[in-house]
Each structure stands twice: as C-alpha cells, then as structure tokens.
C-alpha cells in the first residue's frame, strides 16, 4: 500500500530560513509515528507542511495522494490538526465551537455531539464560552473537533500538553482508536515515555532533517486499517 | 472506538451555504460578547455628539452637513467593526482552522461581509436617529435614504472585509487597516453624502443616481472579494 505521508529531500523555508533542510520520511498507512527532536528542529514545521499549511518549496512531498509541491490546498480537508494553538473562538461555547467546526469540515452535527460526549464535553461544560475554559478543557475541545471531523490523517503537534492524566490517557486511546479505524497518525511529543508506549515507530527531526530513525525503521502497524486510504 | 476515517462526509455545501454557516457564527459571537450594541453603538452616538459640540454654535451649519457627519461616524464605525471581525478570525490560531476547513473562500468572504453589513446597517439605523434627535434634521424621501444605506453598506463590508483579511495577518494590522481603508472608502463617503442630501433637500433625481454609483461600487468590491478572498487568506 502506497505511503501516507511521502517525503524526499523536502525544504521548506520560513521567511528565507530553511525550517524543513531535505527531509525524507515515509509513513504507511495505519502508522502511529512519533517525531522526536529538540526545541527548534522543524517538527512542528513537518506536520504543518503535511497538513498544507506552509508550502513545500523543493523536493517531493505528497500527502494522502496529494501532491503537496503542485497545490497543497486539497489535502487540508483531509487532514486533522492539533496544534499548540486550538483554532477556537473565545467567544463561542464549546459546543458551538465543536458544531460550526464539524459543519465547516462536512460532518453531521450528531457526529459533534457524539465527540462532545466522547471527550467528556456534554455536561455543563458544553455551555461554557471557550474564554473561560483551561488550557487542558480548551485541548480537550479541540480533541473533539478533530474526533467529529475522522479525518485520514491525525498531526498531533504535543497533543498530551496541558492535560490531566485522565486526558493524557484520553489522547492515547484516540490515537490508537483512530489507527485501528482506519486512520494514520503523526505526532510530535517531548514526553518520551509515554509517546514512545504508543508510537509505532519514532523518528528524530534535527537541524531541519529528519536524523535518523529508531526503534527499527518501520515497524508493523499494532491495527490493520480498516478504511480506504487514498493512495498515490 | 471511534467510526472511521470520513468517507461519508455531507456533500460540499453551495458558497451561500458557506456563507450563511460563517455569518451564523458571527451573529452568534455577537449575541455572547455584544461589541456591537455595548461598544460600536456607544462609539458611533459619541461621535455624533462631538461633532455637534465643535459646530452648535452655528446650527444651520450642523443641519447643512448632517450627511456628511452621518457618513463619517459610519466610516470611523466600520473601521472598529471590521476588526473586531477580523480580530476574533486570528486568535488562536483560528485562521489556520479555516485554512483547513472546507468551507470555500468565497463563502468565507460573504459571510463575513454579510455579518459586518448586518452590524453596520444596525449601527446606521441608530445613528440616524441620532441625528434626527441631536441636530434636528428630518429626511424626506425614505426610500432613497434605504436604498442608500443598503448599497453603501454593501459596498462598505465587501470592502472592509477584502482588507480586513488582507491586514489580519499583520502585527500592525490596528493601525494600517484605517489607512488602507479609508482612501478606498472615500467613495462611499462622496455619493453616501451627496444621496443623503438630496434625500433631506427632497431632490431625489439627484439622489438616484449617486445610489446607482454606490451600488457600482458593492458590486464591483463583492465580484474583487468573491476572486481575491482566498489568495488574501493565504496570505494572511
């Protein structure tokens, strides 16, 4: 099966600094990759390439099919995103942040609620203006937005940050959940430990490259996937 | 578990749909946060109330440029109005989360014109009168003062809203959007001005046609921002 995320000597620039410097990655479908690397490295540049965010300037780079070089447009609704900003209205309750979110990206309304209810968001807290969330509810409320949207590929930029244990273990099972639905995962954490427990495989991102690979160069998917993924 | 990845997503909704789904939000960020009626409304009447201060002493002048003022306590209104409905597209990271939606650009741009020219339209009822209460001008021909504020309006939010996104993603977007703007709008103002007078002197003829060139200019900035709206959101 053709890769998900298809890199070979990608550059991105950042103004005129070269944030991505040659990266070659593969990650097949029904992967939970784990990008490991220091303050700075480009991994959160990585995952905002693969997701069309900021634009591939040389090389080859293709996302779920999409040719990321020639338009990077068409892969974004494809994709779900967590980064270290939440992408939500401060002035909207959570569960009108949800729902415009899920309608935004094509879902039903129902699948908003069951993710509201998934992420433990249905109480009083549904109601709750986004302003005056904590940063782990705020999380929490993002979680739910990617959940309503299933997208194909999940870019989880630190996604246990700023929550509690509960939603730390919360984010583990997402993972997890969502590879053996069919979906692939990308993220980039610095808790190590509990990262690497359900990673498949790690990578390391330095100086803009990707450095090299540990825990063996691919290993087997823990799930097979069970949806479609597009292939190249 | 959850369900799989999304193979049965909705059908791509139509641009009004877009559009009518991104006003929705706004109006619904407007009934939590009331900028608009708390802060906009309060703003604009204060104008009007200086402007009477600096010319009362002589009030016929006041009565004669009632239009004029009219219009410029709109313009100096648009301008807090559309940023504030940029301000709420860039916190947090929001712009990106409509990057990667799949709402379409030109549904983004209307509605966000749609919502901005909703506030404004209440902004200008309120303000006329405003006027009609703090200068004592009464107008006559109603219809042409609708259509008036209708297409100036139009033209307004279209506008604000094609260099609204344009300055969003600037750090000195506050104070370069007033600068960017009101040269564009200067148009508005002249043919705003010069309906309303006609609509307060009874000489409609007149009227009609400085509405029929603000409506030149909606148009012609909703057809810009329907083309321009996603290169300026990349952009931003």
């Avoid at chain 1, 900021?54 to 996302?63: D, I, S, Y």
């Avoid at chain 2, 741009?109 to 020219?117: Q, S, V």
């Avoid at chain 2, 960017?180 to 200067?186: Q, Y």
């Avoid at chain 2, 001005?193 to 909606?218: D, I, M, N, P």
Wanted: net charge negative; glycine share 10%.
């Amino acid at each position: 099966m053709d890769a998900v995320v298809r890199f070979r000597a990608a550059v991105c620039l950042l103004g005129r600094f070269p944030a991505l410097a040659g990266v070659d990655l593969d990650v097949a479908p029904g992967e939970i990759v784990l990008l490991q690397g220091p303050n700075g490295a480009g991994k959160t540049t990585l995952l905002r390439a693969c997701a069309g965010l900021v634009p591939v300037t040389e090389g080859e780079a293709t996302v779920l099919g999409v040719d990321l070089v020639a338009d990077r447009r068409p892969v974004r609704p494809l994709v779900g995103v967590l980064g270290h900003r939440t992408g939500l209205y401060d002035d909207l309750s959570v569960a009108e942040n949800v729902r415009f979110w899920s309608r935004a990206g094509r879902s039903r309304v129902a699948d908003a609620d069951a993710a509201l209810a998934r992420l433990g968001l249905d109480g009083r807290l549904a109601d709750v203006p986004v302003a005056m969330l904590s940063a782990g509810q705020r999380r929490r409320t993002a979680l739910a937005i990617l959940v309503a949207r299933r997208p194909r590929l999940w870019l989880l930029d630190e996604p246990h940050a700023a929550l509690d244990q509960d939603g730390r273990d919360l984010v583990d099972r997402l993972m997890t959940d969502a590879v053996g639905a069919g979906a692939t995962v990308l993220f980039a954490s610095h808790e190590l430990d509990r990262a690497r427990a359900v990673a498949h495989r790690t990578v390391t991102v330095a100086g803009g490259t990707v450095s090299g690979l540990l825990d063996g160069a691919v290993a087997a998917p823990a799930a097979e996937p069970a949806g479609e993924v597009p292939v190249a | 578990m959850p369900d799989a990845p999304a193979s049965d997503l909705l059908p791509r909704e139509s641009i009004l749909r877009d559009a009518a789904l991104v006003m929705g939000k706004d109006l619904r960020i407007e009934r939590h946060s009331k900028v608009t009626l708390g802060q906009l409304l309060p703003f604009a009447l204060l104008v009007l109330i200086l402007f009477a201060f600096a010319l009362d002493p002589d009030r016929r002048i006041l009565e004669e440029a009632t239009p004029g003022l009219f219009w410029l306590a709109v313009l100096f209104s648009m301008l807090l109005a559309i940023q504030r409905a940029f301000s709420v597209e860039t916190a947090d990271g929001v712009i990106d989360a409509l990057r990667l939606s799949d709402l379409d650009p030109a549904g983004i741009f209307l509605g966000k014109a749609a919502g901005i020219g909703l506030h404004l339209l209440v902004l200008e009822a309120a303000l006329l009168v405003g006027v009609t209460v703090l200068y004592g001008t009464t107008p006559h021909g109603w219809l042409l003062l609708a259509a008036t504020m209708l297409t100036a309006t139009a033209g307004l939010a279209a506008a604000g809203s094609l260099y609204g996104v344009l300055a969003a993603g600037l750090r000195v977007r506050d104070t370069l959007l007033p600068i960017l703007m009101l040269p564009v709008v200067a148009p508005v103002l002249i043919a705003g001005t010069e309906a309303f007078t006609a609509a307060y002197e009874q000489s409609s003829g007149e009227g009609w046609r400085w509405c029929g060139l603000l409506a030149v200019f909606a148009a012609l900035y909703v057809v810009i921002g329907i083309f321009a709206f996603e290169p300026l959101l990349e952009e931003s």
